[in-house]
T-cell receptor
Framework: AQSVAQPEDQVNVAEGNPLTVKCTYSVSGNPYLFWYVQYPNRGLQFLLKYITGDNLVKGSYGFEAEFNKSQTSFHLKKPSALVSDSALYFCAVRDENYGGSQGNLIFGKGTKLSVKP | EAQVTQNPRYLITVTGKKLTVTCSQNMNHEYMSWYRQDPGLGLRQIYYSMNVEVTDKGDVPEGYKVSRKEKRNFPLILESPSPNQTSLYFC??????????????????FGAGSRLTVL
């Protein structure tokens, strides 16, 4: 069975410091991994995805994520946090074996990122 | 502008009073889905549709109905709402066939959400 875990409910970072939001996953085949962000009173927006290839994926707003197959992780990172990065971040996974069925995208519970000035 | 539009954005209703949350997308996406978001539980899928007249249950379908008569619309119907259906609801859509052949890699476009309160 597929699953995804975001072990931290909240991450607090000072502006200008690097940030990491953690995500681990479990699938039977190869994973398709996604990060989405939700700003207050808004829907989720796509940040980046890993499908295949380079383990370091770059996305919107200066975010990047590193796929680590041995640790089954896909942590979201940014070298220098901004106050405007404060939002709710969701990791999501789909097993490539379910590629024909979009119904199997599994979301984590979300991590609230708070960036203080 | 490419978007997913949900209505209403906010609704307070009473137990048992049927309601429909509409969802429309203008991107010609085959796939559409409904999620509910609850504190501590993240996003859970209610129903999804791979194309017109093709719908299937997600993880939490009880108490909900959907229909897909047209490609652009995917309404969520609560026949007899109950307080445990108080939640934030999101509609999302995507292509099914990936340009790179990896259909599972398609990105979801979400609506702005519909906050429903059932008294």
């Amino acid at each position: 069975a597929q699953s995804v875990a975001q072990p931290e409910d909240q991450v607090n970072v000072a502006e200008g410091n690097p940030l990491t939001v953690k995500c681990t996953y479990s699938v039977s085949g190869n994973p398709y991994l996604f990060w989405y962000v939700q700003y207050p009173n808004r829907g989720l927006q796509f940040l980046l995805k890993y499908i295949t290839g380079d383990n370091l994926v770059k996305g919107s707003y200066g975010f990047e994520a590193e796929f680590n197959k041995s640790q089954t992780s896909f942590h979201l990172k940014k070298p220098s946090a901004l106050v405007s990065d404060s939002a709710l971040y969701f990791c999501a996974v789909r097993d490539e074996n379910y590629g024909g069925s979009q119904g199997n995208l599994i979301f984590g519970k979300g991590t609230k990122l708070s960036v203080k000035p | 502008e490419a978007q997913v539009t949900q209505n209403p954005r906010y609704l307070i209703t009473v137990t048992g009073k049927k309601l429909t949350v509409t969802c429309s997308q203008n991107m010609n996406h085959e796939y559409m889905s409904w999620y509910r978001q609850d504190p501590g539980l993240g996003l859970r899928q209610i129903y999804y549709s791979m194309n017109v007249e093709v719908t299937d249950k997600g993880d939490v379908p009880e108490g909900y109905k959907v229909s897909r008569k047209e490609k652009r619309n995917f309404p969520l119907i609560l026949e007899s709402p109950s307080p445990n259906q108080t939640s934030l609801y999101f509609c999302a859509s995507s292509l099914v066939s990936g340009r790179d052949g990896l259909s599972g890699a398609n990105v979801l476009t979400f609506g702005a959400g519909s906050r429903l309160t059932v008294l």
